[in-house]
C-alpha cells in the first residue's frame, strides 16, 4: 500500500462524493448523468474513468489501484446508497451494482505480470481464444438449522464482510450451536460466472516462443460479453488459485497459478483500433498523402531488399489497404479484402514477401501450410480436463479477422486441411458443428499465399490448374495469381546479383522510402478512415471492358461455345482492386486513374494464369474449373467417338488399337490415356482383361 492511499478513512464516503459532484469540462455532472441512464437502460453497473478519479482524489485512485477489493465492495456500497435514496423501488428490484474502472494509467503484457501484482488493479490486452458456458456462483447462502424442534434461518455470509469464499459457517448463527446446516438454494443469492482464457497478441510474442496466455473470470452482467476471436482489454484484480493438474503441483500444496478476477472488459470491436496514431501521424500521414508518387513510394516500401517484382509488391500494397465491404439491406456481405496468390520456381523470395508482408500489416499472422490443420487454420473443439465440457478455440484465420493471414507452402497442405480455408476465403466466416458445438465465427481476413508448382518448377505448356496442386474451386477464389519464373537472362541476372551483394555488403541499401512503422500507420489510418466509391466514370470503364471481354466469349461460327474470358467473380475483383488503389492514396472517390490500374494487374495476371495452353486464348474456365472449353469440347468429341468404337468392336478393345484408332481422328496417345483413366474412375468403363477396356453396360 503506496503511501498516498494511507490517509482514506472512509472509501465509501469519498467515492460517494467523487460520483455526486465530479464536473467534466463543460461543467456537467458527468456521473449523476451516467446513473439517471443507468436507471433509464436497466443495467447494474456504472463505468467510472480512472482519469476522472485521479483528477477529482488522486489518494482514492492509489487506494483503487492498491487495494482493489476493498474499493471496489466500497464503490459499490456506496452507489448501491445512492441509487436506493433516489429510485428505491429500482434499488429493490436490483439487489446488486457494480462499479467497473475503465482505462488504468498502465496496460500490462500478459508475460509481464508477476507475483508483484498480486492483490492489484492490473489491465491486460489480448485475444479470447477459449470461452466456457455460464454457471452460477454463490454469492450469499441461506442455511437452514434444525435444533431441538426449532428452525434457525440465517445468511452466510453476515452482513457487510467482505469475503469470496462462501463456505459453511462453524455454528448456527441464531443458537450459536454447531450442527448440520442445509443450503436453502431458493432462498440463497447467485450471480453468473463464466471463465475465458486470453492469449498474447501474436504480434507482441517474441520470435521463437509460444504465446502466453492467463485465465479470467467474468462474472454478474459481463458474462457473454466476448467471443472467440475478439481483441479485448481486461481490467480486474490479479489473483491466484492452487495449480492442479500435475502431481507436483498437487503433492506440494504451494503452487499457485495466476488469473484475472475481471471488474471490466472493452471488446475492440472496430478493426485497427490497436494501434495508436497521434495527432502528429496523422498529419505527417496526410502530408505522405499529398506526395502525386505516394502510391510508387508505398510499393517501393514493400520488402526493400527484395529486387523486382513491381507487380507482386504493388497486389501486396492493394492487399494491405483491401477494397470497401458492403453490407446489403437483407444481410449479406461483400466482401472488400483482396487474395492473392504467389505460386512460382524455388528460391524467388516468396517466403521473404509473405514474412515481411505479415510484420507490416497493422494485424498480421504467418503460417506455413505444412504446419497448419483444418483446426489451426479456423476453430477447434476442445474438450476441459477439469469439466469435462466442450469449448471453442479460435485458430489462425479467426484470429486474423480485420486483418491478414499469410499462408506459405500451402500446396504441402493436406486435402482436407485445405478445403477449410474455402469458406474463410468467399464468405469470410468460419463455420463449426462439432461435439453438440454449432458456431460461426468471423474471418474477414485477405489471404496472401505462396506456393510451389506440382513439379517442382512451372511448366508454361501446361495450364495453371495442373501445374498449382490446388483445387479449382480455391484457385477461383484469388483475386490475383502471380506465376513467378526463374528464367536465366543475362542483363536481369547481373542486376540481381548486384543488388544482393550491394545489401549484404552494406544493409542500409535495402531502406524503405516510407518507414515501415509509419507505413504501418499509414494503412491503418486508411482502414479506418478511408471509405472509396466509384465514380460513375470508372464504373463505366470497367463495365465496358467487362462487356467487350464476355463479348469475345460468344458463340463461334462454327456453333461451338468458345471460351469464357471473364465471370462476376473478377469483375467484383476489379471494383475491390480500384477501390483499394484510390485508398492507397486517401482518395475518398475511385477514378478512371484507379479503374485502369485495376484493369492493368487484373489482365497482367490473366494473361498467363487463364490463358487455355492449347489455344492460346483467355479462358477463366482454367481457373474456375480446371478445365479449359477447348479441352471440354475435344473430351466430349473423344467420348463420343470411343462409344461409337466399342459398339463397333463389340463391345471391348485393345488399349494399342485404340491409340491407333485415335491417332487416325487426330487425338493425342497421352490425351487418350488420361481420359480412359478419368472413365474408368467415374465407372463408365473397366477393364476385362489386362491391356483392354469395355464399357459398363
Known amino acids: 500500500m503506496s503511501e498516498e492511499a494511507v490517509g482514506i478513512v472512509d472509501p465509501a464516503q469519498s467515492f460517494k462524493a467523487f460520483l455526486e459532484t465530479f464536473q467534466s469540462k463543460d461543467g456537467v455532472l458527468k456521473y449523476r448523468e451516467r446513473i439517471h441512464e443507468l436507471i433509464r437502460m436497466n443495467q447494474k453497473s456504472l463505468i467510472v474513468d480512472f482519469d476522472d478519479l485521479i483528477l477529482h482524489d488522486r489518494e482514492l485512485a492509489n487506494y483503487v489501484l ?48 508477476n507475483s508483484d501484482y498480486i492483490g492489484k488493479l492490473v489491465a491486460i490486452e489480448g485475444i479470447v481464444t477459449r470461452v466456457t458456458r455460464i454457471d452460477a456462483k454463490l454469492v450469499k447462502a441461506v442455511y437452514r438449522h434444525v435444533a431441538e424442534g426449532e428452525i434457525h434461518e440465517f445468511e452466510y455470509p453476515p452482513e457487510g464482510s467482505v469475503t ?64 472467440p476471436g475478439d481483441r479485448v482489454v481486461l481490467t480486474g484484480v490479479l489473483r491466484v488459485q492452487p495449480l492442479t493438474g500435475s502431481p507436483e503441483a498437487r503433492s506440494s500444496r504451494s503452487l499457485f497459478s495466476f488469473y484475472i478476477d475481471v471488474n471490466h472488459v472493452e471488446v475492440q470491436e472496430k478493426v485497427l483500433e490497436e494501434i495508436v496514431i497521434t495527432r502528429e501521424d496523422e498529419e505527417r500521414i ?16 514493400i520488402a526493400p531488399g527484395i529486387y523486382g517484382y513491381w507487380d507482386i509488391k504493388e497486389a501486396i500494397a492493394l492487399m494491405l489497404f483491401g477494397g470497401t465491404p458492403k453490407l446489403l439491406p437483407d444481410g449479406t456481405r461483400i466482401r472488400g479484402d483482396i487474395h492473392v496468390l504467389i505460386t ?93 458445438i454449432v458456431a460461426r465465427l468471423n474471418a474477414r481476413a485477405s489471404v496472401l499465399a505462396a506456393g510451389n508448382p506440382k513439379h517442382g518448377r512451372y511448366d508454361p505448356t501446361i495450364p495453371v490448374s495442373k501445374n498449382i496442386d490446388l483445387p479449382p474451386t480455391i484457385l477461383s477464389r484469388f ?28 544493409a542500409e541499401r535495402a531502406k524503405s522510402f516510407i518507414d515501415p512503422q509509419l507505413l504501418k500507420k499509414y494503412v491503418s489510418y486508411a482502414r479506418r478512415y478511408i471509405r472509396p466509391q466509384l465514380t460513375p466514370e470508372a464504373a463505366k470503364l470497367i463495365e465496358e471492358f467487362y462487356v467487350s471481354l464476355r463479348q469475345a466469349s460468344l458463340t463461334t461460327s462454327e456453333g461451338e461455345v468458345s471460351a469464357i474470358a471473364i465471370t462476376p467473380r473478377q469483375l467484383e475483383a476489379l471494383i475491390r482492386l480500384a477501390e483499394a488503389h484510390a485508398k492507397m492514396a486517401l482518395k475518398q472517390k475511385a477514378i478512371i486513374e484507379d479503374a485502369e490500374e485495376a484493369i492493368r494487374i487484373m489482365m497482367s495476371t490473366l494473361s498467363i494464369v487463364g490463358i487455355d495452353v492449347e489455344t492460346g486464348r483467355l479462358d477463366i474456365d482454367v481457373l474456375e474449373t480446371g478445365v479449359s472449353a477447348s479441352k471440354r469440347e475435344k473430351k466430349k468429341r473423344f467420348t463420343q467417338f470411343l462409344f461409337k468404337l466399342l459398339e463397333e468392336v463389340g463391345g471391348e478393345i485393345e488399349m494399342n488399337e485404340l491409340y491407333k484408332k485415335a491417332a487416325e481422328q487426330g487425338f493425342e496417345k497421352e490425351f487418350v490415356r488420361e481420359v480412359v483413366m478419368e472413365l474408368k474412375n467415374s465407372g463408365e468403363l473397366y477393364e476385362p482383361r489386362i491391356g483392354k477396356i469395355a464399357k459398363v453396360k
Open 344 to 436: 512460382g520456381d524455388p528460391g524467388t523470395a516468396k517466403s521473404q514477401l509473405l514474412q515481411f508482408t505479415a510484420r507490416i500489416a497493422p494485424r498480421g499472422l504467418y503460417t506455413s501450410g505444412k504446419g497448419s490443420t483444418a483446426a489451426g487454420l479456423t476453430a477447434t473443439v476442445l474438450r476441459d480436463k477439469l469439466t469435462g465440457e466442450y469449448y471453442l478455440e479460435a485458430g489462425a484465420l479467426v484470429l486474423a479477422d480485420g486483418g491478414l493471414a499469410c499462408i506459405d507452402e500451402i500446396d504441402k497442405m493436406r486435402e482436407e486441411d485445405r478445403s477449410a480455408i474455402h469458406e474463410a476465403l468467399e464468405q469470410q466466416t468460419v463455420s463449426i458443428a462439432k461435439a453438440g
Open 286 to 301: 496526410r502530408e505522405l498523402a499529398r506526395d502525386p508518387w505516394i502510391r510508387e513510394k508505398i510499393i517501393a516500401s
Open 479 to 506: 483475386d490475383l495469381i502471380f506465376i513467378v519464373r526463374d528464367i536465366p537472362h543475362k542483363e536481369r541476372d547481373r542486376r540481381l546479383a548486384k543488388h544482393i551483394l550491394g545489401i549484404h555488403a552494406e
Open 66 to 113: 492498491d487495494k482493489p477489493l476493498e474499493a471496489l465492495n466500497a464503490f459499490s456500497q456506496a452507489l448501491q446508497e445512492i441509487v436506493s435514496r433516489e429510485y428505491p423501488e429500482y434499488a429493490r428490484l436490483v439487489k446488486r451494482f457494480y462499479v467497473r474502472i475503465r482505462n488504468p494509467p498502465e496496460i500490462f503484457k500478459i508475460r509481464g505480470l
Open 164 to 227: 469470496e469464499k462462501v463456505e459453511k459457517p462453524p455454528y448456527c448463527l441464531i443458537c450459536r450451536k454447531p450442527g448440520k446446516f442445509d443450503l436453502v438454494v431458493e432462498k440463497s443469492e447467485f450471480i453468473d460466472w463464466q471463465k475465458i482464457v486470453v492469449q498474447e497478441k501474436p504480434e507482441e510474442v517474441p520470435g521463437g516462443q509460444i504465446p502466453r496466455s492467463i485465465e479470467a473470470i467474468l462474472t454478474a452482467d459481463i458474462v457473454d460479453s466476448v467471443r
